[in-house]
Each structure stands twice: as C-alpha cells, then as structure tokens.
C-alpha cells in the first residue's frame, strides 16, 4: 500500500524566515509527486509536480526537489499570504489503470508578519 | 483559465436520503476523480473514471455511491443513502490525459448528513 508521511504537522514562521516542509513517501513505482496548496474550505490549488529523482521546480518563493524517498518544499522568505497547508500526493503504480492520488496529511503553515 | 466547478458548494441532508454532487470537468480533460476529506483528515480517493467507465475505485467506493457523465460536460457523484459518516468535503478532480498529467480540482462540496 502506497504510504505518504508529511512532516511537520504545523509550522509557525515569522515574515521572512525560510524553511522546508518534508513529504516521505513507500510506493512501488512512483509516476509522479504532487504538492498542491490547500487554503481553508477550499480545494487543493496545484504547485508542482516532479517525476525523478534530482529534478527541481521553483514558483516564486517555493522550490520543490525530489529524492528516491523524499520530497521538500522549501520557502523563502515567507510572506503572511503563504499561510495555507501544502498537500503532498504522489501517483504510483505499475501498468495503465493507476491512475489516483494518495496525499499525505498535509503541513499546516502559518506566516506572521 | 479553465476551471473545475461543483454544485452546490454545501449540501445539507438527512440520513438515509439520497443526494446528487455535481462537477463540471475541464472540457479537453478525459480522466475524472472523486476524492473526499473528512474535516481534520486527509484527501481519500473514491473513484476514478475514464471512457464512460469506472477505471478504479476505493474500498470506500461501495454500493451506496455510483458516478455518471450523463452528458458531455458534467460528472456527477450518488450517494443513494446517507450516513452520518458521509459528511466531508467530497472535490471532483480532472485531468487531460494520461499517466502523469496533473490533476486540476474542484472547490468542493461540504456535504452535511443530519
């Protein structure tokens, strides 16, 4: 069963103080890690998506990377308007049908200013 | 830019009654999700459903729920009899094509089973 562990639950940082959110993931066979940004009531809003290991992704103040068994997020130079829980997902399998998300539980990030 | 939408944004029923979620896909997309998050929990997925058929579906995807494309554009999610523990957010899902697109979702629907 594909598993995925994000770390840590919460995170408080003041405005302009950088930090990575941990994804963890056991799959077989991963296609494909997701971070999505989940805002309160509302749907998960996409990042970035990273297919091996060693790739990166950069929007703005976020950077994702990808390792065999971990994925960060690392924020820079946070602004109050990052506060949200970011949503790690991966998509994994073997052959044509698999095609679901498993998302971890998510980091719940709080920027003050 | 194109959007996932959902209908209604907050569903309140009684246990036991039937209720219709609606989704309005991405309209080139051709892979459909229904995911779920109970409040504090994660994002669980439900069925997916490609080519008028269900592709796959989850242990939680039991005989209570079916999906349908009863046209060209929506994708709808039956729930023929509520329990309380269906209340969650229930968010449609879409996406273009194959393996490793990104799937683009919904605002959700909270549904609330009294």
């Known amino acids: 069963e594909d598993q995925v562990t994000q770390s840590p639950e919460a995170l408080r940082l003041q405005e302009g103080e950088s930090s990575s959110l941990n994804c963890s993931y056991t799959?077989?066979?991963?296609?494909?890690l997701f971070w999505y940004r989940q805002d309160p009531g509302k749907g998960p809003e996409f990042l970035f998506t990273?297919?091996?290991a060693g790739e990166e992704k950069e929007k703005e103040r976020l950077k994702a990377t990808l390792t065999k068994k971990e994925s960060f997020l690392h924020i820079t130079a946070p602004k109050p308007e990052d506060s949200a829980t970011y949503l790690c997902?991966?998509?994994?399998?073997?052959?044509?049908?698999?095609?679901?998300?498993?998302f971890g539980k998510g980091t719940l990030l709080t920027v003050n200013p | 830019e194109p959007e996932v939408t959902q209908t209604p944004s907050h569903q309140v029923t009684q246990m036991g009654q039937e209720v219709i979620l609606r989704c309005v896909p991405i309209s080139n997309h051709l892979y459909f999700y229904w995911y779920r998050q109970i409040l504090g929990q994660k994002v669980e997925f439900l069925v997916s459903f490609y080519n008028n058929e269900i592709s796959e579906k989850s242990e939680i995807f039991d005989d209570q729920f079916s999906v349908e494309r009863p046209d060209g554009s929506n994708f709808t999610l039956k729930i023929r009899s509520t329990k309380l523990e269906d209340s969650a957010m229930y968010f449609c899902?879409?996406?273009?094509?194959?393996?490793?697109?990104?799937?683009?979702f919904g605002p959700g629907t909270r549904l609330t089973v009294l």
């Open positions: 997902a991966v998509q994994a399998g073997v052959g044509g049908s698999n095609y679901k998300l498993t």
């Open positions: 799959v077989s066979g991963l296609r494909g």
């Open positions: 990273l297919y091996s």
């Open positions: 899902a879409s996406k273009e094509r194959g393996w490793t697109d990104t799937q683009y």
